[in-house]
Each structure stands twice: as structure tokens, then as C-alpha cells.
């Protein structure tokens, strides 16, 4: 049987959260920091661990199947690539920073001015779209340091905590876009190979509707149900069980994580008891 060769990026922060994801989906891999290539144990897959910035052309190339990659990689490099799952993790943002002395009012005031950025294309399309014309400097990592030493009056660099453009004493001005990290495809991908990414994909959707849902269960008099099961924004309808106690019941159902703490209070109003809040590892609809 064929495999799909997928590529993830062979070091750095978003390593593990690849290799996580993966290995929720039961497919179990040896971690490749000193390895170019492993194979999966229990699932038709090869996994080869690339450098980030190479990963858009070996998608191109057909060299590989599909990618796990941030988005903004892709749309530096290859923006016409297929991307077919956001996978809810590594996230960041493309943004223009500029000094913290700068009085910054809109793009205008970046009209004439040189930014450094990792990311020219991105750039230039956005400041293209904008009208804006400015002198852009290509800098290889460490982007936040320019304005510092002269080399440019603003930069245009991926943004998660912020923290690095504080130390850096910038701020952000403008978010370009949104970024997280996408199972991306190569046009080159046959018929055969296509249907294991249909399987890969469907394993990768159970595991993260898993990981954005809880399993809450909770007990309640009969007599306050009706309230109850009206406050919680389950998938269905929930499932109510009696206790041994008689007038109580126990009633169970699933929510998304960010909805729980919403309605906690509420339910405690309602007459809910012993709440409790379960993860979940897998849902399939
Ligand atoms: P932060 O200080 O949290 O804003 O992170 C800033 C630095 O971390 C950036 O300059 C990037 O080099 C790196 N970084 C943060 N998030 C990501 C991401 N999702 N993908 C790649 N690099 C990232």
C-alpha cells in the first residue's frame, strides 16, 4: 500500500504541537530531531522533517504530499497552495510594529519609510493593496532589532505574546493577518493518496472538535430540569438519568470549552450540583 508523505518542520516551537496532534490521531512516529525521515508504525505515512521556509516548494514539487505549516508560511511562499483543515494551534499574527516614539496615526505615516521584514511578499502585497510605497529591507530572523540600530524605521514580523516587540521597546500598529497553523496540499496529490488523507482528515476533525469540547455532567432536582437543561448549549439534547435518590437526576452532556464558564453560574442558580467538567479525546459527529 502506498503512504502519504506528509512534511512538518524539523525544529523549533511548533515541532511538538505537530508531532501532538499526529499522535492523537493514533499514529505514532519517532520524534525527528536528528532524523530527515521516519515512517509511521500503524498508519500508511511518511514523515519528513523539513526546514519551514523549504516546506511550500516541496508541497509544489509533489516531493511531499501534504504539510502540516503555519499559514503564514505558505502565503510568503506559495500562496496558491491547498489548505484543507485549520488546526487551532500556532497561532500568531503578521503585523506591522513600529518605535514606541513613532506617532503612528495609519499606514500613511509609513509612506517613504524602510521596513525590515522576514516577509517581503507578504509585504509588498499588503502595501500594494494599501497604496502604500515604502523601501523594504529583507532580514533573516532577529527582525524586531532594525529600528534599534538604524536599519529600518519599522518592521513587519509575526507577532504571538507580543512580549519581543515590547523588549524591543516597538509596538504593533497594524495586524496584516491572522495566522494559525493548516494542513496544507500539494496540487500533485493522486487518487490513491487522496483517499488516506480523507482518513488522516477525518481522525484530525475528531480530535480537535475533542479538544474544543468538554463533558459536563452535573446533578439536579427533577423539579429544576426544565431550567437547567435550557442553560446548557449542548450538542444534542442532554442525557438525564435518575439517581438512587428519588426526585434527582443526573444529567449529562457536551459543550464547547469556552461556553462552560459562561453558564457555571447559571447552573448553580438553576439548582445544579457536583458539577463536573471532563476533556474529551476524540468526538465523531
Ligand atoms: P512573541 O514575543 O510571543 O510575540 O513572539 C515573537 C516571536 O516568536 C516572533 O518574532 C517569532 O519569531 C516567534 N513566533 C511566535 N509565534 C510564532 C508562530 N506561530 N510561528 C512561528 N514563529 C512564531
New binding site residues.
Given amino acids: 500500500m502506498k503512504n502519504i508523505r506528509i512534511a512538518i518542520q524539523k525544529s523549533?516551537?511548533?515541532n511538538e504541537d505537530y508531532i501532538r496532534i499526529l499522535k492523537e490521531c493514533g499514529i505514532s512516529i519517532d520524534n525527528g530531531k536528528d532524523q530527515l525521515k521516519a515512517s509511521a508504525k500503524n498508519f500508511p505515512m511518511e514523515v519528513f522533517y523539513l526546514r519551514?521556509g523549504d516546506i511550500p516548494q516541496y508541497l509544489i514539487d509533489g516531493v511531499v504530499d501534504i504539510a502540516i505549516i503555519?499559514e503564514?508560511v505558505l502565503l510568503e511562499k506559495a500562496s496558491n497552495i491547498e489548505t484543507t483543515e485549520k488546526l487551532g494551534f500556532?497561532?500568531?499574527r503578521v503585523s506591522l510594529a513600529v518605535p514606541k516614539s513613532f506617532k503612528y496615526k495609519d499606514i500613511n505615516d509609513l509612506d517613504g519609510k524602510k521596513i525590515a521584514t522576514s516577509y517581503p511578499n507578504t509585504l509588498k502585497n499588503y502595501l500594494i493593496e494599501k497604496g502604500i510605497t515604502a523601501d523594504l529591507h529583507m532580514i533573516n530572523?532577529s527582525?524586531?532589532i532594525a529600528p534599534n540600530i538604524g536599519l529600518a524605521d519599522a518592521i513587519c514580523?509575526?507577532?504571538?505574546?507580543?512580549?519581543?516587540?515590547?523588549?524591543n521597546n516597538l509596538k504593533e500598529v497594524e495586524v496584516m493577518y491572522k495566522?494559525?497553523?493548516v494542513l496544507a496540499v500539494s496540487p500533485q496529490l493522486d487518487e490513491e493518496t487522496r483517499k488516506i488523507l480523507d482518513d488522516l482528515k477525518f481522525r484530525i476533525k475528531a480530535v480537535l472538535r475533542g479538544r474544543n469540547s468538554k463533558y459536563i455532567l452535573m446533578n439536579a432536582p427533577d423539579n429544576k430540569l426544565q431550567d437547567i437543561i435550557k442553560i446548557l448549549p449542548g450538542m444534542r439534547s442532554p442525557t438525564v438519568l435518575p439517581l438512587a435518590e428519588k426526585g434527582w437526576s443526573s444529567v449529562h452532556t457536551v459543550i464547547n470549552k469556552d461556553k462552560f464558564w459562561e453558564v457555571i453560574n447559571e447552573l448553580k442558580n438553576a439548582g445544579a450540583e457536583g458539577i463536573l467538567v471532563c476533556p474529551i479525546e476524540k468526538m465523531v459527529l
Fill in positions: 523549533g516551537r511548533l519551514n503555519g503564514n500556532s497561532s500568531c530572523g527582525v524586531e514580523d509575526i507577532v504571538s505574546s507580543g512580549s519581543t516587540l515590547f523588549k495566522s494559525e497553523a
